[in-house]
Nanobody, 124 residues
Framework: VQLQASGGGLVQAGGSLRLSCAAS????????MGWFRQAPGKEREFVAT????????YYVDSVKGRFTISRDNAKNTVYLQMNNLKPEDTAVYYC??????????????????WGQGTLVTVSS
């Protein structure tokens, strides 16, 4: 599967952005999807994951209550709605796909496919 992330940009603190990740192929619903991010000078970190049906989600503590992951299997797209953005959310955001049997995954090593990344910059 090929993944194309979009929706990044420059936003002021407190603002919102919605990231999208469009997947190619007909088997999108068989993949657990995740969002990860990498800030300058830092390691990549898990942000959010969603199960194949969309019924189960999980978030890193720092974004709980502010970010929402969702998916539309008919459109082969996963979204990350980001509200109340903070300067520490500044990073390149990556979507990823995992064909494993689990409901969701927080570990980057379990994801086989990655998008190219989209830059989110939050100014203070």
């Amino acid at each position: 599967v090929q993944l194309q992330a979009s929706g990044g940009g420059l936003v002021q603190a407190g603002g919102s952005l919605r990231l999208s990740c469009a997947a190619s192929g007909r088997t999108f619903s068989t993949y657990v999807m995740g969002w990860f991010r990498q800030a300058p000078g830092k390691e990549r970190e898990f942000v959010a994951t969603i199960s194949k049906s969309g019924g189960t989600t999980y978030y890193v503590d720092s974004v709980k209550g502010r970010f929402t992951i969702s998916r539309d299997n008919a459109k082969n797209t996963v979204y990350l709605q980001m509200n109340n953005l903070k300067p520490e959310d500044t990073a390149v955001y990556y979507c990823a796909a995992d064909s494993g049997a689990g409901y969701y995954s927080m570990h980057g090593r379990e994801y086989e496919y990655w998008g190219q990344g989209t830059l989110v910059t939050v100014s203070s």
